[in-house]
């Protein structure tokens, strides 16, 4: 018997050992239900002769699916509207006097046979909530996504407004410390690109979701977090039911994070000539930084302005470091020496740190640096900035 004891007063300690040796355990924290974010994708409303006409337009889209059903088995003030839903392009009705909003959910051209969606009055607005299944490849495997859309649309309006983002939040608890946090995902997943995890690390009780700069906003491939004095590696669930935290050994140093008003954070990159730059290297200029794209359309419009904004500019003080988010070099070489965009380019698939230190999501984005290594601004827009530079510059 005594043996028996000492056997498990020894296993005991291994394992208690071995726990110390491994660290802190990982760190589980479920969420709630998600909250629609702000609509971001506006859909024509069309009357129903407009409707049929984009039909018959629509006719050899293999994506398109028409209504089958007639005009008359809608009420007489019903407004259409075709819809994205995963894969397919499907019909919608709105009947307000029905208050209801009919949608082919299962992409058969009956909208009869699927049941109605009640359409709620939202202060001046009618809002319809659905959910809809996509089957999502991931590596081999496929994930069911069950994915959320809120409609925003207001009666006589030409448009309707299309909410496909949303947040998860839910409560960090770590020893006696507790933090609220929140998963931004998009279309139902949670862990694309783009997607981010926020957490209140003033702790006042609130995510900052509107400053693209905030501090507390991590993007979801970002390497590591610090709460609580310790370091963190994080993972977020694909549909957003839970993140995870895993500690890390040895304390990491803060992220380095820009906002502004704020000095901007020390850059170094090669070009796509083998040229290695830092933004350090450009103190007394004014600097934009634009992150941009050759497959981008709004890229491409606003390329000549901002070649000309250069010519006109850049004897004055003014430069430009362009960062590429994707395709060959061979392609950005003779886009930019078609268009004469002399400035300094690099490529995103070599200097990813860059894109994820400015929190690039979207293209373009423009971040103006001012002499001294301020950041004047983190969007600035083609049509201000010659004014901009002006006032800046001076004559």
């Not at 935290?245 to 954070?265: F, I, M, S």
Request: with cysteine.
């Amino acid at each position: 018997m005594r043996t028996r004891n000492r056997s498990a007063i020894l296993l005991t300690l291994w394992l208690f050992g071995c726990a110390a040796a491994w660290g802190s355990p990982t760190l589980r924290a479920p969420t709630e239900t998600e909250e629609f974010l702000a609509p971001d994708m506006p859909l024509p409303v069309m009357d129903w002769e407009a409707y049929r006409a984009q039909a018959e337009r629509r006719r050899h889209n293999a994506t398109f699916v028409a209504i089958s059903n007639e005009r008359d088995a809608f009420a007489g003030d019903a407004w259409f509207a075709i819809l994205p839903l995963g894969g397919p392009l499907v019909g919608a009705a709105l009947e307000p006097t029905n208050r209801v909003c009919r949608i082919d959910r299962n992409a058969n051209g009956d909208l009869l046979d699927d049941d109605a969606l009640p359409l709620r009055r939202q202060g001046d607005e009618w809002l319809v909530d659905l959910r809809y299944e996509r089957r999502v490849e991931r590596d081999a495997a496929v994930l069911d996504v069950p994915t959320p859309m809120r409609i925003h649309w207001r009666v006589g309006d030409a448009e309707l407004r299309v909410a496909q983002g949303t947040l998860r939040t839910g409560t960090l608890r770590i020893g006696d410390d507790s933090m609220l946090f929140g998963l931004r995902g998009y279309g139902g997943e949670y862990d694309r690109i783009g997607n981010e995890v926020l957490f209140d690390l003033d702790g006042n009780g609130q995510l900052d979701l509107l400053s693209p700069t905030a501090r507390e906003r991590f993007r979801e491939d970002a390497a590591h977090v610090n709460l609580f004095g310790e370091s963190y590696a994080f993972t977020v669930d694909p549909l957003g039911r839970e993140l995870t935290l895993r500690p890390l050994e040895q304390k990491q140093p803060d992220r380095q994070h820009y906002e502004v008003g704020a000095r901007a954070p020390a850059v170094q990159f090669v070009d796509i000539d083998g040229n290695t730059r830092r933004l350090a290297d450009y103190r007394g200029k004014i600097v934009l930084l634009e992150f941009w794209g050759t497959w981008c359309k709004p890229c491409v419009e606003e390329a000549p302005a901002m070649v000309e904004i250069y010519r006109t500019h850049h004897e004055r003080g003014f430069e430009i470091l362009g960062f590429h988010s994707s395709g060959s070099v061979e392609i950005v070489r003779e886009f930019i020496a078609r268009l004469g965009m002399t400035w300094p380019q690099t490529m995103r698939r070599d200097e990813e740190h860059v894109f994820k230190l400015f929190r690039v999501q979207n293209f373009p984005t423009n971040v103006l640096i001012d002499r001294d290594g301020t950041v004047l601004d983190g969007a600035v827009h083609i049509e201000d900035l010659a004014q901009t530079l002006d006032e800046l510059l001076g004559p």
